[in-house]
């Protein structure tokens, strides 16, 4: 059974629903600091449709059998402009999330390589992301496909 990737649209939100809710549970349970499991969508649908509606972002789907397995949502960022930073119009990996019971079978390196295709025909020059130190396993993933740190952002609970 092949997997397909394909752009979500709209009758995709009650899969993207469902994804998004696996994991903001995944980070608050990691993270109840910073993260918490939301009550009701966990994305308003008008931001969704406006990431769909975008010319500088997209959600992707992973799907097999009609069913949506994972989804990778990116938006295209200018650099800040300023005279010490190099010009690069670069794309960033938003959210990536594999469902559970599809994970380990290749949709995350699928996803992924979807992407940076995807930024390639913006005109992107890089493509960057960010992950949460405790996501061992997307650590992985992204090691596995030649991402490499570019900067450490730390952080302290003050109470």
């Known amino acids: 059974m092949e997997v397909n990737i394909r752009t979500a649209c709209p009758s995709d939100f009650a899969a993207l629903d469902a994804l998004f809710l696996e994991g903001d549970r995944w980070h608050a349970l990691h993270e109840p600091a910073i993260f918490c499991t939301p009550e009701g969508p966990p994305r308003p649908h008008e931001y969704l449709q406006r ?3 975008g010319p500088d972002s997209a959600i992707l789907l992973a799907e097999r ?3 949506v397995l994972g989804l990778v949502m990116l938006v295209i960022r200018a650099s800040s402009g300023l005279p010490m930073m190099t010009p690069r119009h670069v794309g960033m990996v938003d959210t990536l999330i594999v ?3 599809a994970r380990r079978q290749g949709v995350g390196h699928r996803l992924m390589a979807a992407a940076e295709d995807w930024c390639r025909q ?3 020059t890089d493509i960057e992301l960010t992950v949460w130190g ?3 396993p997307a650590r992985a993933l992204y090691a596995d496909l030649s991402y490499r740190p570019l ?3 730390l952080g302290k609970t003050l109470r």
């Open 99 to 101: 469902a559970a019971h």
């Open 51 to 53: 990431l769909l509606d």
């Open 134 to 136: 405790f996501n061992k």
């Open 65 to 67: 059998d009609g069913e």
């Open 122 to 124: 913006q005109g992107c």
């Open 151 to 153: 900067h450490h952002r």
